[in-house]
């Protein structure tokens, strides 16, 4: 049986980069149907059953009457109950069967992610090949956000691959000096690209990354985009 040192929680945020209800916030794929709202309220509740109606509704950026039309929904399946210490100072408590509902319903979403995720990783196997067979295994990521971390998680969970990231460039001297899960993010002047496959991880400046990296001297069969086929 495989034992594990972390909570669940952890091994979410090890993962895809975020606890629970970071990930049910900042999806932009995802729609949001009612058993993903019906999965973020009570995820939300059961971690504080002091919070108020109205700092639900900030945290989940929906109208206050929603929130309580959800918790009413939520009472009537006996998800939850109210604990009213008076009438403007209400606990919500999560009851076993609303704890039962939370976790099938945070394994279903994280069965949907795990496909999607096994998805993501057939698909960039296929450029992880191509690199392979250039003979060169030192990659600089050009491009410093959610792609190249997506990347560096792929390449790390490999195991059998001798692909090794040495650093991630980016043209935004805000991010440059930073460190993106322990790789320095670096300006692309400042560096020496030979013996390197440069592996463009960003989808909208492709081009004008190109066209720097040409100047730069680079050579063309070096270049490669995470995107292309």
Request: no cysteine.
């Given at each position: ?9 952890e ?12 990930i ?39 109208a ?93 969970e ?72």
């Amino acid at each position: 049986m495989v034992q594990y040192n972390h909570s669940f929680d952890e091994r979410m945020i090890i993962l895809f980069g975020g606890s629970p209800i970071d990930i049910l916030k900042n999806t932009t794929l995802f729609h949001p149907t009612a058993e993903l709202k019906e999965l973020m309220v009570l995820e939300m509740l059961d971690k504080d059953t002091n919070i108020t109606q109205k700092e639900l509704s900030n945290k989940l950026s929906v109208a206050t009457s929603m929130i309580n039309q959800y918790i009413k929904q939520l009472e009537e399946k006996q998800f939850l109950v109210k604990d009213k210490k008076s009438s403007r100072n209400v606990n919500y408590i999560v009851t076993s069967r609303g704890i039962k509902r939370k976790k099938y319903l945070l394994m279903t979403y994280v069965y949907e992610l795990l496909q999607l995720y096994n998805l993501a990783k057939d698909s960039f196997d296929f450029i992880f090949t191509k690199i392979e067979s250039k003979k060169i295994n030192n990659i600089l990521l050009y491009g410093g956000g959610e792609v190249a971390e997506t990347v560096i998680n792929l390449i790390n969970e490999r195991g059998d691959t001798d692909l090794k990231i040495t650093a991630i460039i980016d043209d935004d001297d805000k991010k440059q000096g930073d460190k993106l899960l322990g790789y320095e993010i670096v300006d692309p002047r400042k560096l020496n690209y030979s013996n390197h496959i440069i592996l463009i991880t960003s989808y909208t400046y492709e081009q004008q990354i190109r066209k720097k990296l040409k100047t730069l001297k680079v050579p063309e069969e070096n270049i490669l985009n995470v995107f292309e086929r």
